[in-house]
């Protein structure tokens, strides 16, 4: 008996669907005997046969196509041949390779470059490889990942922005196409073990859950291992990690030592242990990513106090010491400029990306700002040493001389955490304001399980430096300039030394492929392949005098937009109108950067002709690479635009125990409406846990039995106090458990203003007043879940075993339609009469 009686969720039992067509075990066993009953029926044939099969057309009774042994009626006088069967096999002397990819970092941020942020391994690896100072990005992390997977540009992948932001239009379908094979499926058809491990955000949103497709995860994009997360970001601390093609909780709790970092680390090295104990003569690729340096900014404290003072001076301070530093490094040549850290003409600039002076914060906000730099510098610095651990092993399994490493980052660092920063992120995608008196009591917990935080547009620009904005702005190179090193002492006879050649995110697969003796195919499975837009780094390894060998590279971001050709970059300054972008008045301004590295001094008056052929160059590569239409809607309205759903819409949903945490992205949309939560019940006296569950400590609602009694909790934004909703006594045997919201009004920023009211049955137990959220649950990635709760706690109040033990939870509905609650209760207890 379906709960709640919905005859519609099952589907028709036909005769028809038993059958699956095709042979049957019978048949192929009757014609294998009926192949082996007389020499008449199989040809007995030596050497290879490369015409038609004998036997019935579609059955294998002839010979394989490239078989050169011998087939006789007897297996003693037949002669076998391999090759055919055997797995491909890789050049002997062909490397590991080893790709670190962080996010959201800018050039200036780490030690190798001249930052502050101390990464002991990274700069190991630069001491005894290369480190470039002109590798670029596309400035937002999905299309860049993209260009590693593929060597293509990221309109060419369909990735015009994040996997989130699909438009429907060719440069932005969100799907990687089959035209653009893999570096992965293409090194797994040489011969290469595949691994992928930490952050993917190259899924569609709708086939990151359990009952989505898996043909763009990434076993299926050529992968043999798999273990990490699918979406932009996730809690360090409670990740939503998927192992290979399935949802899986994280090992241990944060209580005993978790972090994201760690784990992942712990997972890549038994994947080479698993490759090295089996498999040794094969090489191996490994990508590695890391949810560092994404928000949420999450560090173990004896990493963030390293730090303590280290960012008092401010974030104008630090621009100018780092480009010091950078200058004397050589990273940046003599007389390179400062850029100031509001650019932007005031009709261009976001208020949110804006930067509010050093010397205009009081003490308690530069005392904060201060800390989220220091969190965010542990952070990095405890990653940086779970790739070292990575290392180790490779140098003490004699692995790491033969080794090609990559260590780098997917864009410039990011100014989500708008000018104030934030201890929760979601209220930044609310729309809520964050309130200093209450950030300042989070201050000693700032990279806890307890906070979700981000730092304030100050330290994007000054992880920038010395360039114009950061993360988003991909007419800068603040956010597409990005650092990388390159190590392989087999392959690199240059120790420690600079590298001022420019390119792209688009050039690590051809150098891979060169370095490994592999060519992309021209056709895969059939399907002609696009080309690689990608060139190979491999003449600048031992050549710090090579010309530059990329001549052209355009760049598109959410309606920004600029072109680097030939030492000369133009960028266009776009400032939205409401209602359609205008891009056609956009200035465009002109840099020589081969002169002018920092992007400062506009020449576009000086250099008219110089620059109509750059936007000529752009205009062209855009019409080569799918790049229109330009798109500069808000992320509200992208995100919010209609795309077609795999499931028809509905009104009504039902959701099971003991299934996967399904996605904020598939599930239910209750964000700014009324809604309805049913849940069937059959309980002990002692029954306790959750019935359903959607969120985290950040934002979320749960309804548990704890006590003897009925809680709904909705944590809004994780603001106290909690809003807690709490029946009378409750008895045992069976009932309807539920709460209605009916949204009444919108609040001053825009939250539901309504009554919320609890039921027991048909009875209502409890009424108020209650206010929610409108938008995401939970950015860590916790997903709705039914009979038990997955990662970060919403509620303080829920019982220390999270699962619903003492009882039996059926399913719980969720309803957004106009009718009663209590008619969907009466509904629901006719399911629980009958059952």
Known sequence: MTPFDDEQLLPPQSPARHHRGGLSRGSILGGLAAAGAGAATVPLVAGCDHGSPAGPPGYGTGIAAGFDGTIALDVRDSAPDWKPFQTPVAREDAPNVLVVLYDDTGMAAWSPYGGRIEMPVMQRLADNGLTYTQWHTTALCSPTRSCFLTGRNHHVNRFASIAE????????????????????????????????VGKDHNVPVSDAAGGGSRSQWPLQMGFDRFYGFLGGETNQWYPALAQD?????????????YHLSKDLADNAIRMLRDQR??????????????????????SPAEYADRYRGRFDDGYEAYREWVLARMIDKGIMPEG?????????????????????????????????????????????EYTDAQVGRIVEFLEHSGQLDNTLIFYCADNGASGEGSPNGSVNENKFFNGYPDDLAENMRYIDRLGSPDTYNHYPTGWATAFSTPFQMFKRYSQFSGGTCDPLVIHWPKGIRAKGQIRHQYHHAVDIVP????????????????????????????????????PTTRKRQYYAMLGTRGIWADGWKASAL????????????DEWELFHVDADRSESTNLADRYPDKLRELIAAWDEEARDNFVLPLDDRTAVEILL???????????????????APVPEAVAVNIRGRSYKILANVEMDRDAEGVLFTQGSRFGGHVLFIANGVLHYVYNFLGIAPEQDFVSPQLTPGRHSLGVEFTREKAGDHAESLGTTTLYVDDQPVASGPMRAQIGPFGLAGDGLCVGYAAGDPISAQLPKCREFS??????????????????????????????
């Open 277 to 298: 104990s089996s498999n040794p003569s094969k090489p191996w690729f490994l990508w590695f990513c890391p949810g560092a340096n994404h928000a949420p900014h999450h």
């Open 245 to 257: 093609n399935m949802f899986i909780d994280q090992p241990y709790p944060p209580e005993q030592g």
């Open 336 to 380: 390179t400029a400062l850029t100031p850290i509001n650019p932007l003409p005031a009709d261009v600039a976001l208020p949110a990306d804006m930067v509010r002076p050093w010397d205009s914060l009081n003490a308690d906000e530069r005392k904060l700002f201060a800390r989220m730099a220091e969190v965010f510098a542990g952070f990095s």
């Open 806 to 835: 003492g009882g039996t939870v059926q399913v719980v509905m969720v309803d957004v339609s106009p009718e009663s609650f209590l008619d969907l209760q009466r509904e629901a207890a006719v399911a629980l009469a009958r059952d």
């Open 641 to 659: 635009s209609p795309r077609p759903q795999a499931e028809p819409p509905r009104t009504r949903y039902f959701y099971y125990p003991d299934a």
């Open 511 to 546: 150098t891979i492929l060169d370095a490994a003796g592999v060519e992309m195919p021209a056709e895969y499975r059939g399907v002609k392949q696009y080309p690689l837009n990608g060139i190979s780094m491999r003449y600048s390894f031992d050549d710090g005098a090579a």
């Open 165 to 196: 932001g699909t438009t429907g239009f060719p440069g932005s379908a969100g799907r990687l196409p089959a035209q653009c094979a893999t570096i992965g499926q293409v090194l797994q058809d040489n011969g290469y073990s595949t691994f992928w």
């Open 574 to 585: 776009h400032a939205p109108i409401s209602g359609k972008g205008h891009f056609d008045r």
